[in-house]
């Protein structure tokens, strides 16, 4: 089944990819390789879930945080290659979780994203991952994620 029709069967519509907020480009394309800029947890241009895991934010609230920053990084990805079905594998993904200092549930967070490209990109969805806390983040987001995708040679 393609990734368009799991969205679809999902209930998900794909958001417009988030723009830029500073100098650079939310998506770059390298080879086989698409690479995002961070994404952030946007929801109809206002942020989702601001502050840090461990204080104002929940392990729960931070698990859609990260589902919401996959949703938009689908969303760049789309617009990369204009169909998701191009999309050979998702490679690697890098999760941020703003939080406070003792918290230790970054992989439950950042399990929000994975489970996502999980049921969207089924057996394409093979990632490696890396999953931090850090003390501050921009516009004070609980999460950002960072995604690299292979891209399928097309004859």
Known sequence: ???????????????????????????????????TSGQLPWKEGKMAFPGRLGEAVSIEQGYQAARLCALNAIAQLKEAVGDLDHIAQIVRLEGYVHCSAGFRAHPDVINGASHLFAQVFGDRDKHSRLALGISDMPLDAAVQLTVIAEVKTLA
Do not use: C, F, H
Request: a positive charge; zero cysteines.
């Open 1 to 35: 089944m393609s990734a368009e029709q799991k969205l679809r069967d999902l209930g998900i519509v794909l958001p417009p990819p988030p723009a830029a907020v500073a100098a650079y480009r939310p998506w770059a394309r390298t080879g086989n390789l698409v690479i």
